[in-house]
Structures are given as structure tokens and as C-alpha cells.
DNA sequence: TAGTGGTCTAGACCACTGG
DNA sequence: CAGTGGTCTAGACCACTAT
């Protein structure tokens, strides 16, 4: 139920991908297997080598294959997802000393290394500003940023706003930030994370990101902006997750009231 | 921090499509505006046109513009976001009388359309068969698909998956279901939904549904493998959202234990 | 060194949109 | 109708990988 099949076969970028799919589909290419050269594929169909070419990035788009340059063209690897769950922020985790990152890449036998990459005084943007409740006109939040690896692969991008009159001269400001981490020290200035508020979507990332996630064409980013809510309904802490779609997911368990 | 930038120069594909992502950026092009064409693009880079052509896709495949046949290249618009949130399945949003789609699409002033597109008893897939705790061997479900529309715009797919065998006869395999729809039923069957479990990834849309949800190059999709439990913590539903991610987003609120 | 994907050129015809 | 993007041809050179 694709596109009409008889514009398709007409096509010769869209019949060489299709044929491909079903190898692809009915096993015929498993995963990590290469695919015709496009100058195999382009003789067998007797095209050019551009549309051949063509239909090798029409599935790329679609995440199906990834090309190497110099190797050739595979087919996609299914990858374990990482798993963030909603109890990630819960006080039992915490008491492990492991944050939930370092938590869940030890479950899967991979090192975690977290890099500190900024810590800035910085004008928010309104999405940041209205959340933390600051104003956009200032310098007024501090801005954290954090990359995460797993075996030295990178995974994720965590971007952690404070207000920043409230940290000015704590540990916060440094990159370590001592036991319990950064929620450790918020706690010390009366924020006791209560509630929680994650927005969710996904979009295709920013250059900066695909080169620093070394992301392949075709796969998208998470993009979840989480708010940290004091004990008081208070929000005190704003942070934005970049994850890679082909790795990670998120996993969310409530109650319906 | 993008590419080496010393080699983004040397390539014209790339320095055009960065001149263009700057301009949008700046503002000098706003969400709507068209960019130059492809010729006139090729032109004034002293290129040819399948190199200007590949700086616009670049631009399309970030999400960042749209093409359209026989019009141009658009600077994508925002769009205001659909929001789920993690109340969705309450009792008090279920005694409006409508469903979370309709509640939302009301508060957008749009209007929403819903299609059943089959009742299907089927042999479920693995991961399906795990969850709803039943046989991948045999035609153990009923898979109930419906298409989502908001003022005739396709947003969102959703494959809700039964056991058979307790829904054989019942008005769950018919296209109307009755009051307070399937979870009413549901309920009579003795099934109160009590805690929900949802799975978050993104990924590039396959070819069915790129072509339903009218996605353009570039768009990702939510998809939400979604579990119900009842008050005995026995799965008892389990359904797939599959949502447009440029048109919808996911809100979760939770207390952190 | 041979083979691969990455990029580019300079054309061509088609399908679609808008005046 | 002119202008647009969509697709294609038949070459070319480059950068990278493996042997």
C-alpha cells in the first residue's frame, strides 16, 4: 500500500529499492550483510550508477541500511535499546550511588563515561525561561552540559538549566558536584524533586548533534524536556535529553487515577 | 561545532545548504517563505543543478524545509504540537463523553475524524504476543486498527490488540462499540484499567505509513507501544501509536517514589 | 592497488502548479 | 503557458577501505 505500484515499477530508483526491501524483509539479507555495489546494482538494472544510487539512500531514509564509505552498504543492525524508565529519578535508584545512565549501561555490560562538556551563565530561550520561571532577557540561568558515552560510543545529550541567582557560588558550579549529584546539592537548597514533567517528541537532529552522536542518515533524536518539581510544586530545574533514537527509549509506568 | 569547516567550504552542496540554514536562522527566511529555486540556486553558486538540488535536500532531510512539486522549497512551518498526556486514560477525562484525540483536537478547534480500518482476528507478533501474555503461534488476537484524522489531516495510526478468545462475540469486534468505547466494554469484561506501561522510540516511518500519515522527507514518527493492566496487574490490552512527530507530542507527569 | 561510496557536471524529459 | 521540483543519463574525480 506504498506509493501506486504501477508509477513504482515505472521508476527505476523506486523498483530497485522495493526489491531490495523484500530481500531485505523475506531474510534474503540479514542484518550486517552488504548489499550489491552500486555499480553492481546499476549494471544489473541497467541504469545509471546515480540511480542505484538513489535507491540505496531511499533506504538509508528509512533507517533499513547504512552506508560506509570506502566499505559499502549494510543492512542495519536491530541494537538493544537503552532503557530510561520513569523510576529513573526515584530516591531507591539514587541510594544505589549509580545514576540512572550508569545504572542501565551496566546492565548491559557497557562503560559508562559521562564528559562535562560547559558550565555557562547564559540568557535562556523562552521554552527554557518559561518552564524555570526566569526571564528571558537575562543571563539568568546556569547551563550544564553533560555528554554521556557508553564503551566510548556516544548516546546522549543532557543540556540542565538552574536559576542561577539560586546556585551562584554552590558546587553546582563545578563539575563535580559532589555525593547524590546535582540533585544531592538541590536538595541542600530545599528542592526536594516531588513531581516530575517530561514533553516528549522526536525530530531529525540539529547538524551539531549528528556529528556528536555520529548519527547515521535516517535516524531520528528524542527530545524530551523534563521539569523538576520541588516539594513545594516548585519548578527548579529544567533539563533537555537528546537521545538517539536507534539506542535509547523510554519507558514510562503509572497509575491511572 | 557542525562539520571540519575548512572541508564544508570546499564542498558546494554543503556550503550552500549551510548559507541557506544560516538565513533561516537569522530570519532573513521565515517559516512559509519560499527558498530560491533550484536553478537559481545553481546559477548563482556556479553549480550544477543536481548539486543545488542536494543542498535542499540536506535542508529537507533535518526537517528544517518541505518541498513541493511544480511550487518550490518552503521554510517549514511550526506547528502546534498534539499533546498526550499521561492523563489521558483517567476516569475524569472518560466521563466527558470524549476520547483524548477528540478532547485535544476540540482544544485545537479542529475537527477530529476517526476510521476503523479493519477488525482482524490475527497471529500475533512477538512482541505483542509477550506483553498480552498469549501464543505467537496461533490466531490468539484481534487487532483493531484505527486512522486518526484532525480536520481531514491524517495524524496519528493505532493498532489495538485483544485476546481473542475473550472478546469472541462481544461488541469489542465490531466497528461501534458502545458507550465510553472499547475501555467500557473492557470493563464489563471486568478489566478496570489500573496502571499503564508505555515504550517510547522514534523512527523513520515505513513506506505504508509515510505515505498515510502524507509525512514529508524528514519527519520521524512516535511510536508508543502502549500496555493496560488491570487492578490485578494482568495486561489485559495492549495497542501501538504511531504518531506524526511533527504534529504530536507525548506529556508525562508523574511523583517520583 | 582495486573496489567502494561521496560528490560533481551538464545536460534531458516528465509531472505538477499557477497565472 | 512558463516555472518548478522529480527523475534520469553517462560520464568524471576524490577519499576511504581492504588486500
Redesign the pocket.
Known sequence: MANDPSRTQR?????IADELRRAIADGELSPGDK??????LAEKY??????A??A?RLLAEQGLVV???????FVREAQRLFRFGSDRYSKKNRESGLTPFRLEAKKQGKVARIEVVGIDRERPSQEIAERLGVSPDADSVLHRENHYFADEEPVQIVSTYLRYEEVEGTLLMQAKTGKDGIYGRLEELGHVMTDVREEVTARMPAPAEQSFLRLPPGVPVLDVLHTGLDQDGVPFEVSRYVHRADLAGLLYEFSVV
Not at 521508476?11 to 523498483?15: C, I, K, N, Y
Not at 548489499?35 to 553492481?40: F, G, I, W
Not at 552506508?67 to 552498504?73: D, F, I, L, P, V
Request: proline share 7%; net charge positive; no cysteine.
Open positions: 521508476l527505476p530508483s523506486r523498483h548489499l550489491p555495489s552500486e555499480r553492481e541497467k541504469t545509471a550508477r546515480n540511480t544510487r538513489e540505496i552506508t560506509q564509505q570506502g566499505r559499502g552498504a
